[in-house]
């Protein structure tokens, strides 16, 4: 694991997101990263995860990208590959970033698969924070009370010690991208942080994401199973 940081702000709140249900976290931190123009200021690397990049719009789209927005004071962890296998890796990486800027708190964006037929996804919460509860509680979101959390946000959990940590969730009824919860979540996050997030364009934002991710997946399952097919016929 290396972390490569251009730039140290100085007590930040960090949200991070990552690949699970529905793609919400990726989404989610994805449109914050357009929406609050940050700056791309460091990257996570990991020789354990496969040597495969993204190029989008004559750019590289890091699998772990670190953006800043000064704004806000919010540095955003945005993570386009898996993480599994290396969640406890990753989660370390999250905790020393935490560590090496002083981070006020970290804030994990997750979708949850819905228990309900309801189209519309519902928000729920997670802190330990007597304050931050009531903060969630007067936005009218709900606490998770019951549930199952897996992947890197279960390893921060049992790893934190020193920094607060929130954690967001959207219901999900898909596998695949899921543009609405994530715009649930963004709302929700809002309410939270105060950034003024337009809703008007936000659904429409969240689809042009969802139809890239999908485009970079699909782009990235063909990658690997090419380098499975080179792989087999050096050992056939």
């Known amino acids: 694991m290396e972390i490569k940081l251009t730039k ?31 700056e791309q200021i460091g990257k996570i690397l990991f020789e354990e995860m496969p040597a495969i990049v993204a190029i989008h719009k004559r750019k590289v789209v890091e699998p772990f990208g670190i953006f800043y927005n000064k704004k806000y004071n919010v540095v955003i962890v945005h993570a386009l590959g898996g993480s599994e296998g290396t969640e406890w890796k990753v989660s370390n990486s999250i905790l020393e970033i935490a560590k090496m800027l002083n981070a006020k708190e970290i804030i994990s964006l997750e979708g949850v698969g819905s ?25 009218s ?57 337009d809703y008007k364009p936000l659904l429409k934002m969240a689809q042009d ?24 016929s050096y050992v056939g």
């Open 115 to 139: 228990t309900t037929e309801e189209d519309k996804s519902r928000t729920f919460y997670y802190t330990k924070n007597p304050a931050k509860q009531k903060k969630f509680d007067r936005l």
């Open 8 to 38: 140290r702000p100085k007590s930040p709140i960090i949200i991070d997101g990552f690949p699970g249900f529905g793609m919400v976290g990726t989404i989610a931190t994805e449109f914050l990263i357009e929406h609050l123009k940050t």
């Open 209 to 232: 994401m969802e139809q890239k991710l999908r485009g970079i997946m699909q782009q990235g399952v063909a990658a690997q199973q090419q380098k499975d097919k080179k792989t087999m």
């Open 141 to 197: 979101i709900k606490p998770l009370n019951e549930g199952i959390i897996m992947g890197v946000t279960s390893a921060l959990l049992l790893k934190v010690e020193k920094t607060p940590i929130s954690c967001l969730f959207a219901e999900t009824h898909s596998k695949m991208p899921d543009s609405k919860a994530a715009a649930e979540l963004i709302k929700a996050l809002d309410g939270y942080l105060g950034l003024n997030v």
